[in-house]
């Protein structure tokens, strides 16, 4: 049994390095394609957007996603924003009255249906060739639209492009670990479009042509993950995603532990159901990278995760038996001889040696997502509170979002 357990441990061990190893060959084959622009940037033609706010229960911070709006380098008569309260019950819908005045903004009020329905009711509403979302806890960067719309004009088959999304003022270890990890997503993110296979479209900020939503529907439910469903349904019909590195939005995350889970719990559920609607693409050759790589390698990331953590957990279980078991048979052994430190010693073992690669590829996606996301600092010892935070939350939320979708349980929205 033990052996099983051995080879079964190395072949997600292995697995796992694989998929860092594909990202790092990906880096090195397109590095000169990353391009990181500085100042304002400028179209040969500015066509018209449409930005929707889907708002609920954000009062203390969807004003602020407004005013983003209006500092964007884009012309002003060239961009129309929809405000959509979904039904909230806090002071939201008095805060988005304030702007009830402005000729480029429409205000919507509307009984709660979930975000999706917010959505469709903008694009119900929306004449523009090109429609967008920005979620109403984000903000904007000024360059982001026009960086954006650049890769439309660039490439006519671009069908939806997606910026790169990092932490708003981060104030906690919590926050600080999430940093990390989205600079690594912005590595990540631009891998995955020189691959042409994005998974998902960020509710802050994603830009589609309308013609999107015209050939294959407007926004589905999608488990509570619309933004992942629609890029799966595009990557199916085989409309091409693509991202803009330097297009920055700037989203508040989590403040707790908790919050972080209920959250991660959500996107996992959405994960693991939107493969399991879309199951018909896997291993088609007709999906390319999508099919061969994205899925495969979240579905091994979801089950290495879960299988290394039972591990671990079965490891320390054991470790306390042994002890008790000794502690019961002689009682407490207060000699330490055995235990030894010599600074020239390096464990060569060969687990040992891949869990080093394993982080040094890690390290190497957090720090070049955060040279992507014109981060100042190289290497912040704050980046480090991403490995304590995610080694020990992320395997309880991958294993909650599986139970919750063998006992079919929707997790909550907060």
Same mark, same amino acid.
């Given at each position: 049994?033990?052996?099983?357990?051995?080879?079964?441990?190395?072949?997600?061990?292995?697995?796992?390095?694989?998929?860092?190893?594909?990202?790092?060959?990906?880096?090195?084959?397109?590095?000169?394609?990353?391009?990181?622009?500085?100042?304002?940037?400028?179209?040969?033609?500015?066509?018209?957007?449409?930005?929707?706010?889907?708002?609920?229960?954000?009062?203390?911070?969807?004003?602020?996603?407004?005013?983003?709006?209006?500092?964007?380098?884009?012309?002003?008569?060239?961009?129309?924003?929809?405000?959509?309260?979904?039904?909230?019950?806090?002071?939201?819908?008095?805060?988005?009255?304030?702007?009830?005045?402005?000729?480029?903004?429409?205000?919507?009020?509307?009984?709660?249906?979930?975000?999706?329905?917010?959505?469709?009711?903008?694009?119900?509403?929306?004449?523009?060739?090109?429609?967008?979302?920005?979620?109403?806890?984000?903000?904007?960067?000024?360059?982001?639209?026009?960086?954006?719309?650049?890769?439309?004009?660039?490439?006519?088959?671009?069908?939806?492009?997606?910026?790169?999304?990092?932490?708003?003022?981060?104030?906690?270890?919590?926050?600080?670990?999430?940093?990390?990890?989205?600079?690594?997503? $912005?590595?990540? #993110? &631009?891998?995955? =479009?020189?691959?042409?296979?994005?998974?998902?479209?960020? !509710?802050?900020?994603? +830009? *589609?042509?309308?013609?999107?939503?015209?050939?294959?529907?407007?926004?589905?439910?999608?488990?509570?993950?619309?933004?992942?469903?629609?890029?799966?349904?595009?990557?199916?019909?085989?409309?091409?995603?693509?991202?803009?590195?330097?297009?920055?939005?700037?989203?508040?995350?989590?403040?707790?532990?908790?919050?972080?889970?209920?959250?991660?719990?959500?996107?996992?559920?959405?994960?693991?159901?939107?493969?399991?609607?879309?199951?018909? $693409?896997?291993? #088609? &050759?007709?999906? =390319?990278?999508?099919?061969?790589?994205?899925?495969?390698? !979240?579905?091994?990331? +979801? *089950?290495?995760?879960?299988?290394?953590?039972?591990?671990?957990?079965?490891?320390?279980?054991?470790?306390?038996?042994?002890?008790?078991?000794?502690?019961?048979?002689?009682?407490?052994?207060?000699?330490?001889?055995?235990?030894?430190?010599?600074?020239?010693?390096?464990?060569?073992?060969?687990?040992?040696?891949?869990?080093?690669?394993?982080?040094?590829?890690?390290?190497?996606?957090?720090?070049?997502?955060?040279?992507?996301?014109?981060?100042?600092?190289?290497?912040?010892?704050?980046?480090?509170?991403?490995?304590?935070?995610?080694?020990?939350?992320?395997?309880?939320?991958?294993?909650?979002?599986?139970?919750?979708?063998?006992?079919?349980?929707?997790?909550?929205?907060?």
């Amino acid at each position: 049994m033990a052996l099983i357990l051995n080879i079964i441990f190395y072949i997600f061990v292995f697995l796992s390095l694989y998929v860092q190893v594909f990202f790092f060959i990906t880096f090195f084959e397109n590095r000169k394609k990353i391009v990181i622009r500085d100042g304002r940037t400028k179209l040969r033609y500015y066509p018209k957007v449409t930005i929707a706010v889907p708002c609920w229960n954000e009062e203390n911070t969807v004003e602020k996603t407004v005013r983003s709006l209006f500092e964007l380098n884009y012309p002003k008569d060239k961009v129309q924003i929809f405000l959509i309260d979904d039904g909230s019950t806090d002071n939201t819908s008095n805060v988005l009255n304030k702007f009830v005045n402005y000729s480029n903004i429409k205000i919507f009020h509307k009984n709660n249906g979930g975000k999706h329905t917010a959505l469709n009711l903008g694009l119900e509403n929306s004449d523009t060739e090109y429609f967008g979302c920005l979620d109403a806890d984000s903000l904007v960067d000024r360059e982001a639209l026009v960086r954006i719309m650049s890769y439309f004009e660039k490439d006519p088959t671009n069908m939806a492009v997606v910026p790169s999304v990092t932490v708003y003022n981060p104030k906690n270890f919590v926050q600080y670990a999430q940093k990390a990890e989205y600079n690594m997503g $912005v590595y990540f #993110k &631009k891998m995955f =479009g020189f691959l042409g296979a994005i998974h998902v479209t960020p !509710g802050p900020f994603t +830009i *589609f042509r309308r013609k999107v939503f015209d050939d294959l529907g407007k926004y589905r439910q999608g488990h509570n993950t619309e933004d992942m469903e629609i890029a799966f349904r595009m990557q199916k019909n085989q409309y091409k995603i693509e991202h803009c590195n330097d297009a920055f939005i700037y989203t508040n995350t989590p403040k707790t532990v908790k919050k972080l889970y209920k959250q991660r719990v959500r996107w996992i559920y959405g994960f693991i159901n939107n493969i399991l609607d879309y199951k018909e $693409v896997l291993g #088609k &050759k007709k999906y =390319g990278n999508f099919a061969f790589f994205t899925l495969p390698a !979240g579905i091994i990331s +979801i *089950f290495s995760v879960s299988f290394l953590f039972g591990r671990i957990v079965y490891d320390i279980c054991h470790y306390l038996y042994i002890k008790l078991l000794k502690f019961n048979t002689v009682g407490f052994d207060f000699n330490f001889k055995h235990i030894s430190f010599d600074p020239f010693f390096i464990n060569t073992q060969v687990f040992v040696f891949l869990v080093y690669v394993l982080y040094f590829f890690v390290i190497f996606a957090i720090i070049f997502g955060q040279k992507m996301a014109k981060e100042k600092s190289v290497f912040p010892l704050k980046m480090l509170y991403y490995f304590p935070v995610f080694s020990v939350v992320a395997p309880l939320w991958l294993l909650k979002g599986i139970y919750n979708t063998i006992v079919s349980r929707k997790p909550a929205w907060r």
